[in-house]
């Protein structure tokens, strides 16, 4: 016996998932975040970094949240017709998205994936919904600027000074709705996942994710060209989650040397997110970096035609303070998923 | 347009995974585990909890790596023919599923389902399977007594007391091989999944996981057999994972007030880990506490065909001493998988 399903694979890396539409999405962003470049996209935004909650750690679960429940009315999904929805953050056992999802009562994958988590839970929710194991899912993350910092690296209050090399956590939750009905005037469909492999170059300095992502960007770019079979004058945009001014020229640097030139059409999340006169030194960066961008400006250019098909990929990295403590370089991963108009 | 794939969902919460494999199981464990009722079932026992590392967490890391290289090998596959890897363990950032994997260049999802994590990286692997979009998936996770008392509770230097509903994490990897393809001799399938929704009765004590996951146990094995319209009387075992005595005494209440009577067919991975006298209190926990078990103890059942029919269903408290320190309840989950030989 065998399996009874055509096989979707292609490649080491890659799998088309067809019949996968982004029928809604939304954002919710904090103060800095509202005033960058995609403010006026973001459907909430609080100006109270508490969010009106006691904690930086409830703050973060609430505007999950809050972006879970607005993505499926926009998808015009009661929360009781979601079928699954997959989250995850930067938090020590993903509090935000457990406490986030505790309350709707809908069928829950957690996942980790640090700042890779929006591609790679719409890499999973493409293949639950391809595969007919569910109708719908709600795909997204989040991250806090406040509870990042004091969790990975000192609490705000202490003011420590920034290297130029770090990035800016990034206030805010993105979640798109996928189905497998396209609505009547159409919708975007996730048409090809790439699974990332863990790269790992020896970076071990945790104010350098940009060069420490970069590698793994690269690879699962690479993979997905090669996996695939199309080229990059076929797509309209490459979009890296949140490697940063740094890590974004190391990646183009990588990648020409495999012989990719995407030509002026390769951008990274972490740069798009904040104005060069935000004071983020290398960017933005955080699960919600990717998210945001993603949901609120992408699929935005997308829905409105003036972009027709994008890979996101989604970079994470994949340590804690305790094996940066022990000397551990810095292990990263990137998800993509083809996002595209037809 | 609508999705080409017919349709596998069963009820609300529940999935056919057609097609699905479990070629090869693979179990690293520790010292007190080698002295429980399976011993002799484990693969690698390794009676140094460093298993000659220089931290715990570099520990857990070499043994979930060495479980995945076993399982791979048991299974006939390289490592390069692994098409995707999925795991995800308890400690912060999930470092020893992503330091295990770093060096085994397959591609991978991390995940965070605390002591669900077995049963939902089965879940998942299963869908990627039988959707065609990978040809095999080893699933797995670990745990390690040391890393975790001391991230969750304190140094296990300090000699804390422990009270009668503490139970004992489990030192331990398993690792299961997915394939499409079955076997020459045959293999047990994973031919059902059932997603998990989080349930939170106001459980506030840490000490005390069998009490807040039990009525997640219930509530996914009371969607299962309302979904999948099999009944009690066509399962062989139903096995929580890891709710220990006070949670299985709970989850037992629960099912029979929901009518659902199981009549001795029900056991609990952390009951079963240890023995009466291994002064563990409640039970074993842990990730590695139902990946063991089922890896190394059911999965060998199946195969001799003392059993044929066994709903492995991982029960996982998604708290964080952070969300403990702020006041919060306790989230729990639970997510089941049907194995079963036909």
């Given at each position: ?13 890659t799998?088309?998932?067809?019949g ?22 973001y ?51 993903c ?80 979640m ?13 469909r ?84 904040f ?20 949901c ?47």
């Amino acid at each position: 016996m065998s399996n009874t399903t055509a096989p979707k694979r292609k490649g080491k890396q890659t799998a088309e998932t067809p019949g996968v539409y982004i029928i809604g999405a939304a954002t919710v962003a904090g103060e800095k975040e509202s005033q960058g470049p995609f403010g006026n996209l973001y459907d909430l935004c609080d100006n109270d970094p508490y969010f009106g909650e006691s904690s930086w750690e409830k703050a973060e679960t609430k505007l999950q949240k809050r972006a879970a429940q607005m993505a499926a009315t926009k998808a015009g999904l009661s929360m009781k017709d979601v079928e699954l929805l997959i989250a995850g953050d930067l938090l020590n056992q993903c509090i935000s998205s457990s406490f986030a999802v505790r309350e709707l009562a809908v069928p829950f994958y957690g996942i980790f994936g640090a700042c890779s988590t929006m591609a790679q839970s719409m890499s999973i929710g493409a293949m639950a919904i391809s595969g007919g194991f569910v109708a719908n899912a709600i795909c997204g993350t989040s991250s806090h600027f406040c509870s990042a910092e004091r969790q990975f690296r000192t609490p705000v209050e202490y003011g420590g000074q920034r290297v130029p090399t770090a990035q800016w956590t990034v206030t805010g939750s993105g979640m798109a709705a996928l189905s497998n009905t396209c609505p009547p005037n159409g919708a975007p469909r996730v048409s090809h996942i790439t699974i990332g492999k863990i790269n790992d170059k020896g970076i071990t300095d945790p104010n350098n994710m940009g060069a420490a992502m970069a590698p793994a960007a690269a690879d699962t770019i690479t993979a997905f060209f090669a996996d695939s079979g199309i080229s990059p004058a076929d797509i309209d945009l490459v979009v890296t989650g949140d490697l940063g001014k740094v890590g974004m020229e190391i990646t183009g640097e990588m990648l020409s040397e495999q012989g990719i030139n995407l030509n002026g059409k390769y951008k990274d999340c972490g740069v798009m997110v904040f104005s060069d006169d935000q004071n983020v030194n290398s960017g933005g960066s955080g699960c919600g970096c990717s998210a945001i961008v993603f949901c609120a400006h992408i699929l935005k250019e997308l829905n409105e035609k003036r972009l027709n098909r994008v890979l996101l990929v989604g970079t994470g990295a994949l340590m804690s303070p305790t094996s940066t403590g022990q000397g551990e370089s810095i292990p990263a991963i990137a998800h993509a998923v083809l996002v595209e108009n037809s």
